[in-house]
């Protein structure tokens, strides 16, 4: 009997003891991350970027051209692996698998574009050189006008890191340097951007992740461009959103619009043509 009772007891305790075990492994496991959304908020009230591991992106950027009824005049799909890396505060960049395709017919989804070798491995430090003709020299001449879009998409996504240790939920941020920002391409164009604004406006789940919702727009930049045979003069409004991890501080991904309206006389044409040119920019993270 007494044996009886060591054994019921002993049982006992070895029961009592799994419970407790396992209590505390519950209790670790939910304090290691938050359960829902105002805990995230009672964690962390800022955010900060982490850069010391390079990320890589399938950038995805989408041209419609159309006419002042919304027409489809033509359309190209540009797609590329982008990676980002930073070393001694330098943000490098490379490029992989980018493939172009062009369109009229909008009606289904882009096929898989040409691939284009020469920017297989093409790799470069993010700087103003971007913007010049000799950066683009060894480039075919009729894919210029689309490479260099592609590159000066990539560092939409360095909106993201402005003033990101200072962005607090729900209130506006806008960045000093990004208040009157110019951009002077090479050859190319004159670009203004006017009273860029920042804003952490939710949080939400993106690819598993929970993530700071940020969101930015800028309504009216003025565009300028002439050459000896073509002279252009509009505006663009550009908005997006980036979603930002909430536990390892990267862009999980974001998406870029642009619509810019112009007006471009040629020199045979003096009388102009208007134009309505769209653009989305998706950054897919890899």
């Given amino acids: 009997m007494i044996v009886k009772k060591s054994v019921c007891s002993i049982t006992k305790i070895?029961?009592?003891?799994?419970l407790l075990a396992s209590s505390l492994f519950c209790c670790r496991k939910e304090t290691g991350k938050p359960k829902n959304v105002s805990e995230y908020f009672e964690k962390q009230g800022k955010l900060k970027f982490d850069e010391t591991t390079?990320?890589?992106y399938r950038i995805t950027s989408t041209f419609y051209n159309r006419d002042m009824e919304g027409n489809i005049v033509n359309s190209?799909?540009?797609?590329?692996?982008?990676t980002r890396?930073?070393?001694n505060g330098e943000v490098l960049c490379e490029w992989s698998d980018v493939r172009m395709f062009s369109t009229k017919d909008t009606s289904r989804a882009f096929p898989k574009g040409k691939p284009l070798a020469y920017m297989e491995k093409f790799s470069y430090s993010l700087s103003d050189t971007i913007l010049t003709e000799e950066f683009y020299r060894d480039f075919p001449e009729e894919d210029r006008v689309f490479m260099k879009a592609l590159i000066w998409d990539a560092p939409w996504i360095e909106v993201a890191y402005v003033g990101i240790d200072d962005i607090e939920y729900n209130r506006a941020y806008f960045a000093a340097?990004?208040?009157?920002?110019?951009?002077?391409?090479?050859?190319f164009a004159l670009l203004k951007t006017k009273n860029l604004k920042l804003k952490w406006t939710a949080i939400a789940r993106k690819k598993d992740e929970m993530c700071?919702?940020?969101?930015?727009?800028?309504?009216s930049n003025p565009v300028e461009s002439k050459t000896e045979a073509l002279s252009v003069k509009g505006r663009s409004c550009c908005w997006g959103s980036f979603w930002v991890s909430l536990d390892d501080h990267q862009v999980e991904y974001a998406v870029v619009n642009e619509d810019v309206i112009m007006e471009m006389s040629f020199l045979e044409r003096p009388l102009g043509q208007v134009l309505n040119m769209q653009r989305e920019v998706i950054f897919d993270k890899r």
């Fill in 14 to 18: 070895i029961l009592l003891l799994i």
């Fill in 54 to 56: 390079p990320q890589r």
């Fill in 76 to 82: 190209t799909q540009i797609t590329g692996i982008f």
């Fill in 85 to 87: 890396s930073v070393e």
């Fill in 177 to 187: 340097e990004l208040e009157q920002k110019e951009v002077k391409a090479q050859n």
């Fill in 212 to 219: 700071a919702l940020l969101e930015f727009k800028s309504l």
